[in-house]
């Protein structure tokens, strides 16, 4: 036994702090491990020559943690060797990649490291001041911040895709809590499920437009006044690079609008599509399950851009998907029963 493992149950002999010690070693290697493998592998999918070199380095230091804990475990009489990293977690995020883009899924992996530094921190302080092993936990979790800057400073990089995968979330978000909405209270005095999808339909066209406009001018504004920054810094005599920025933010309206308006639809048609398959109640409820979810997970994914709480993000958008739902049904429902509005 090591002098750090050695003076760790000396302070805590009692065995269940002994077996606590086994378990957190046991899951600190494989995590190692795991984000080893992880960033060995995403190295060769990065075409960024700068970055590719940081996640090799990362991958070199993990292994270095890696090698710390087998040894520690390996002097409580704990041998690790058949343990392997968690491939269920590689390949998840990879899939992710594929789904929401790699500065996302940096975001994901910045969001680990800040898991990984809150558990060092917990086991830091279970220790006394000076021993061994506080010491080199200290130096690990030196390291662990230092990932997370690298992560940060790309984020910092990729600003534009994390705009653009917003303006998606948004867009989609807002076509399926307007158009539930909508459906919600036409469920209660339409009869006939595809004129529902036809009132849904006509929201869907019109919230698009509404939405699309804003994002425009929202976006022409911001990039107007940083198309006059840039004048003012060339002294109204832009650089070739200038004048390419200048061409990207004239786009970047359009494109900020039309993505906004394509997912806006898309959402949408989340919400409509059970209408056009099942009778009313039975579409509405699958309707309201459908953009329950979608919701959950596309506002996971903007709580995951803004290192915010990903757990809580999901079920405050899904409980408030219920809330809509049911608040525009029972408004509809009152129009049925105070006016007798029914129309089959």
Do not use: C
């Not at 490291?113 to 830091?124: H, L, N, Q």
């Amino acid at each position: 036994m090591t002098q750090a493992s050695d003076l760790y149950f000396k302070e805590h002999p009692r065995s269940v702090e002994a077996a606590e010690f086994r378990r957190k070693a046991l899951d600190f290697y494989r995590d190692e491990i795991t984000d080893r493998l992880f960033y060995e592998k995403l190295a060769k999918k990065i075409s960024d020559d700068q970055f590719k070199a940081q996640l090799l380095e990362l991958s070199r230091i993990e292994d270095e943690h890696a090698s710390f804990w087998e040894q520690e475990l390996k002097n409580i009489s704990e041998d690790p060797s058949k343990m392997k990293g968690n491939w269920l977690k590689i390949r998840f995020l990879f899939f992710v990649m594929r789904l929401i883009g790699p500065v996302l899924t940096i975001r994901m992996l910045e969001h680990g490291e800040i898991r990984a530094i809150s558990m060092y921190k917990d086991m830091i302080s279970t220790q006394a001041e000076g021993s061994d092993l506080r010491n080199k936990l200290e130096t690990i979790l030196d390291q662990e911040i230092n990932h997370e800057d690298v992560f940060e400073k790309q984020i910092e990089k990729t600003e534009e895709e994390i705009e653009k995968n917003r303006d998606i979330i948004y867009g989609m978000s807002d076509g399926l809590v307007e158009v539930l909405g909508s459906i919600a209270g036409l469920t209660a005095i339409l009869f006939n499920q595809y004129l529902i999808a036809l009132g849904g339909f006509v929201v869907a066209i019109s919230g698009a437009m509404s939405m699309s406009l804003g994002s425009y001018l929202s976006s022409k504004s911001q990039s107007e006044f940083r198309i006059h920054q840039i004048q003012k810094e060339s002294m109204f005599d832009p650089s070739r690079k200038q004048k390419m920025e200048i061409d990207d933010l004239k786009e970047k309206s359009k494109k900020s609008a039309l993505t906004t308006a394509s997912y806006y639809l898309l959402g949408a048609f989340i919400a409509i599509f059970p209408f056009l398959i099942l009778s009313r109640i039975p579409a509405l409820l699958l309707s309201v399950a459908l953009v329950a979810i979608t919701q959950a997970i596309s506002n996971s994914i903007v709580a995951l851009s803004m290192n915010a709480r990903i757990l809580r993000s999901a079920l405050r958008a899904s409980l408030l998907t219920l809330v809509t739902a049911a608040a525009t049904f029972a408004v509809g429902e009152m129009f049925h029963i105070i006016f007798h509005l029914t129309v089959f």
